[in-house]
């Protein structure tokens, strides 16, 4: 308090000492002269007053030492930070950035809680609460150059099934989905864009298509059985105003005769194909290219028409479990129309497997999904999938479902959907766990599954 009450006095005496200056100016020298002989009296009498106290003693004056260079200290280090020019926040995920932008990490995630009641003919009806996706992406880049790791507890397949050594994944366990490095070149005008890593390979619109931007709880059972999961390899990517176009290398892309993994985890040691190309192009009639990252148009967006279409191609490697020189063909096509406040999304699938020795077949399906805003925040939707995979087994070899639900829009980052679905027919080989069905027992049909799930991405 003595330290602070001479401080004050120490002020003052050089405020009244500068206003006598200012004041002698004006011709007022003896007051400002008499003022400060008063000052210095009274500063006398002070000094006088606390010296036997041991006023601002050594140990006092090191005290003041070390809080002087520990605020310095804090300051330098503020300065330091500031002058760095670092950026953070948050713009469509959380982001720090180095000042000129050749370094940066976007953090992005994606929960998926959800509830499902399952019924089955001639079984119990079971129920429960699981969480189908915790997912968190890295993203970013270094310097020219993007890249992207992404990882999630809960099953990347549509199916808990081990093939080509992907050991079976329970919703517990932590899977890496995508991880990948990638870079754009200008050529005249147009973009060409390079990939390599692990990635959804490009063929059906629906699984390229992320999980949170789905207009139903889950994808369709028809592209859980067509999908091409995760691929391993490179990709090169063409776009421009109105066109795009990707084609892929890979170690093997899903197909129904794998179960849908593609080369999912695999490496040199382990690919199940001698090769594997893949390529899907896209027409943009009008909207834009990001109105099509997802499948509701909502009221206010702008109208958009694209149409798809894509292929594959692959031959297994001798030994696998298809059979010698088993060849893999495929083709699809589609067309999402967004109308501002409703939207209508078509997609067929055609595949040919061949097969030295034991012929052929070909499976086939389609898919015809539309979506309409009641409200601008509450979005109703219907959506059928038909699939026949052209093997012996009667019904149990076709699909079809029914789909119907509402979505609410909680705000831009959550979402809660509830919807029903029915199956015409033995769902057999189309069975998905992870999408909240299950077998069927022999000549049975009607399952249905009731599902709600809330969702929160940031």
């Not at 001698?274 to 909207?287: L, N, T, V, W």
Request: glycine fraction near 12%.
């Amino acid at each position: 308090m003595r330290l602070n009450r001479t401080v004050g006095l120490l002020a003052g005496t050089t405020a009244l000492s500068l206003g006598g200056i200012c004041a002698a100016n004006g011709g007022a020298d003896n007051d400002a002269l008499a003022q400060i002989a008063e000052l210095k009296r009274e500063l006398a009498e002070m000094k006088a007053k606390n010296s036997g106290e041991g006023w601002l003693t050594e140990q006092r004056a090191e005290q003041i030492r070390g809080v002087v260079q520990d605020v310095l200290a804090d300051a330098e280090t503020r300065s330091s930070f500031q002058s760095s020019g670092a950026t953070a926040g948050y713009n469509n995920g959380f982001f720090i950035s180095s000042p000129d932008g050749n370094f940066s990490l976007k953090v992005n995630g994606l929960v998926q809680a959800r509830w499902i009641l399952n019924s089955a003919k001639d079984q119990n009806t079971q129920w429960g609460f699981d969480v189908r996706r915790a997912r968190l992406t890295f993203s970013g880049n270094v310097s020219d150059f993007r890249y992207e790791v992404q990882g999630q507890w809960g099953s990347p397949l549509g199916v808990e099934n081990g093939l080509f050594g992907v050991p079976t994944s329970g919703p517990n366990e932590f899977n890496l989905l995508n991880a990948y490095v990638e870079r754009d070149f200008d050529l005249g005008g147009n973009t060409l864009t390079v990939t390599a890593g692990q990635f959804k390979a490009p063929f059906l619109r629906e699984w390229l298509v992320d999980a949170g931007d789905l207009m139903a709880v889950d994808y369709s059972l028809l592209t859980y059985y067509f999908y091409q999961g995760y691929s391993v390899g490179v990709m090169a990517g063409m776009s421009s105003d109105d066109f795009r176009v990707n084609v892929a290398f890979t170690n093997g892309v899903g197909t129904p005769q794998d179960l849908g993994i593609g080369s999912y985890g695999s490496g040199w040691n382990s690919n199940p194909t001698q090769y594997s190309f893949a390529g899907r192009a896209e027409y943009k009639m009008s909207g834009n290219w990001a109105d099509f990252d997802n499948f509701s148009s909502r009221r206010g967006e702008a109208e958009g028409l694209m149409i798809g279409v894509g292929g594959l191609f692959q031959k297994y490697n001798t030994g696998f479990s298809l059979g010698n020189r088993a060849m893999v063909t495929g083709v699809t096509a589609d067309v999402t129309w967004n109308f501002g406040g409703a939207s209508i999304f078509a997609a067929l699938v055609y595949e040919n497997l061949s097969t030295e020795g034991a012929g052929s077949n070909q499976p086939w399906g389609f898919m015809v999904q539309g979506g309409y805003f009641v409200t601008d925040d509450v979005e109703i939707f219907a959506r059928y999938d038909y699939a026949n995979a052209d093997v012996p087994g009667g019904d149990v070899t076709k699909l079809s479902v029914i789909t119907a639900g509402a979505n609410y829009f909680l705000s831009d980052n959550a979402k809660f959907t509830a919807d029903f679905g029915f199956s015409l027919n033995e769902l057999g080989l189309f069975t998905s766990s992870s999408a909240g069905y299950r077998a069927d027992l022999p000549d049975t049909d009607g399952q249905f599954a009731l599902r709600a799930q809330l969702q929160l991405t940031f």
